[in-house]
């Protein structure tokens, strides 16, 4: 009876063995032709159960596998999608979102710009706004996100994704109003909520968070990850502006700098006119025409030295009157002085 029973039991064990053998890669022993030949025809029964027969049911496959997160197999059914039905905007920009989810945001751009003047546009911006926030361009970020939130204004993920991009970007009072209308429009939606609970850690609302995420029910590792998220952003904002303004102080050093050696070439051209205006009065002083008037001989010295005061003060280096006829000399360069040029001055003395 034992010795029955251990039989029926090694049998038993045996065929569940082999019924689970199949093709193994870097295991011990090689798999049998057999083996080898069923696992075959599985794949093929597989691939011909994961290829529906109508467009509209591949098409609603290949976007259930991304949003299961299967971007790579989603590339390769989306190739056998055109080859079957071609090219069209609704599998092109699922081709675009794959091309961007498995790390090829310059190709992925590029096939979203194909579609900006189509049916996809809103799509199209969407996606080349996340580009933009993978590469750190926050600003081009939220350019190209409010393009896709003017064309689809109740797509709450594009609203999330602009107030993400916002805070980002340092402006969290302009992403205050789009997460939150994302938060209304999908209060089930953890992606937006986790970005709501970032803008309001970020925004100095911590009691607010923990309330909004203990009623999502969000797990610790989640609540840890939007903590650190929050943190690296606060950070980053800082630096951003900090650098912000060194660069414009630096650009106004450079500016005063630029300045000065203007200013003190000015003040040396000032200098030199006023050298030469100086020496040209010298000269007309010394050497320059001279007015001679003339007095009546039967005047009294009284009056003659009145006269004198009267009329002008004779410069120092004026010779003395002569005592037959007193001549009172006045140099033209003893009027007062004008803005006119050296040369006007010159002119006017010389027609003196």
Avoid at 31 to 55: G, I
Avoid at 192 to 202: M, P
Wanted: with cysteine; charged share 20%; net charge positive.
């Amino acid at each position: 009876m034992a010795g029955s029973l251990i039989a029926v039991l090694c049998t038993v064990t045996l065929a569940t063995l082999a019924g689970c053998g199949g093709p193994r890669i870097g295991g011990y022993g090689a798999p049998s032709a057999a083996a080898l030949m069923q696992a075959q025809q599985n794949d093929e029964e597989k691939a011909r159960a994961a290829k529906p027969d109508t467009r509209e049911l591949y098409l609603s496959m290949i976007r259930q596998m991304q949003e299961q997160g299967s971007y790579f197999a989603s590339l390769a059914h989306i190739d056998q999608f055109r080859i079957q039905y071609g090219a069209s905007p609704d599998i092109d920009i699922l081709r675009a979102d794959a091309l961007r989810e498995t790390g090829q945001p310059d190709a992925a751009e590029q096939a979203y710009r194909t579609l900006l003047a189509g049916n996809e546009a809103a799509a199209a911006w969407h996606g080349i706004g996340l580009v933009a926030a993978q590469r750190k361009d926050y600003a081009g970020a939220v350019q190209a996100l409010r393009e896709a939130v003017a064309r689809a204004p109740t797509q709450a993920f594009y609203l999330s994704d602009l107030g993400f991009a916002l805070l980002n970007n340092g402006d969290a009072g302009a992403a205050r109003v789009p997460l939150a209308q994302a938060a209304e429009l999908r209060p089930d939606s953890r992606k937006v909520l986790s970005n709501l609970a970032v803008y309001l850690v970020v925004t100095g609302e911590r009691s607010r968070a923990d309330e909004m995420m203990t009623r999502a029910k969000m797990p610790q590792t989640t609540r840890e990850a939007i903590d650190k998220l929050a943190t690296d952003i606060s950070a980053q904002v800082k630096a951003r502006r900090a650098a912000a303004s060194a660069a414009a102080a630096r650009a106004a050093a450079q500016a005063a700098a630029s300045i000065a050696p203007q200013a003190s070439s000015v003040a040396s051209t000032a200098q030199g006119r006023a050298g030469s205006d100086g020496a040209a009065f010298g000269a007309i002083g010394a050497g320059g025409p001279v007015v001679v008037r003339l007095t009546s001989g039967s005047e009294s010295g009284v009056r003659q030295t009145q006269t004198q005061t009267q009329t002008q003060v004779r410069p120092a280096f004026a010779p003395a009157p002569g005592t037959a006829a007193d001549a009172k000399l006045a140099r033209a360069g003893d009027a007062a002085r004008s803005d006119m040029p050296t040369s006007l001055l010159d002119r006017f003395g010389q027609s003196q």
